[in-house]
């Protein structure tokens, strides 16, 4: 069992490889390693798509590299690996972004990337630090985790998904913010679980256990 962390210079790798490594070694969950190579990527029984920053520079990063992202479609679409999306990989499975202008997503999962517009003036944007979970319709990777749990945000933008399925926990940031989605071998946290201490190892955990 192996699990592949995509590195294409826009995701906080350090952080993320050290939490799905220790994960993976506590619960016997194989080898996790980083790659920016499309063949290991194809080889890889899961697969980890971080991303920092803005959804334009990320998408632009991952095309980029000849190559990669054919590799994670294929891997994830064709073969029906389990994907995990973080922030802006997790923005990015959208049908589009609206950051600095729109830029096509993934389509994976059908819904918009749109600025966060919260309903009381008082709220800072970004939404940065931690906020309380709202689950939906459970879900394996959620196994364990329930409402009012606390995940580590950092985002000014946010995935209105177009169906409701689709999105597997919200947070309330005067307004419903997107925090989970997952559809068919597909999930992403808009939060960071590598820096959401119990609940996003529970969910790490979780995610290298899946078998859809």
């Not at 999930?187 to 790490?204: N, Y």
């Amino acid at each position: 069992m192996s699990t592949a962390i995509i590195d294409y210079e826009s995701g906080n790798l350090h952080s993320a490889e050290k939490a799905f490594q220790r994960v993976a070694a506590e619960t016997g969950s194989g080898e996790v390693f980083v790659t920016t190579d499309p063949d290991a990527v194809r080889r890889a029984d899961r697969i980890v798509l971080p991303g920092d920053g803005a959804f334009p520079a990320c998408r632009a990063a991952l095309f980029e590299r000849s190559g990669l992202f054919d590799a994670i479609e294929e891997a994830v679409i064709t073969q029906g690996r389990p994907f995990m999306g973080i922030c802006i990989g997790m923005q990015m499975l959208a049908s589009r972004g609206l950051e600095h202008g729109e830029t096509p997503g993934f389509g994976w999962i059908e819904g918009t990337v749109t600025p966060i517009d919260p309903g009381d003036p008082t709220l800072k944007v970004p939404h940065m630090g931690w906020n309380d979970l709202i689950l939906g319709d459970p879900h394996p990777v959620l196994d364990g985790i329930n409402t009012g749990d606390h995940a580590y945000f950092v985002h000014s933008y946010h995935f209105q998904v177009a169906n409701g399925p689709d999105r597997l926990a919200h947070v309330d940031y005067a307004g419903d913010i997107t925090a989970v989605v997952g559809r068919d071998t597909i999930v992403g946290t808009q939060f960071h679980p590598e820096k959401s201490q119990a609940t996003g190892l529970r969910i790490i955990a979780n995610f290298l256990r899946w078998k859809p």
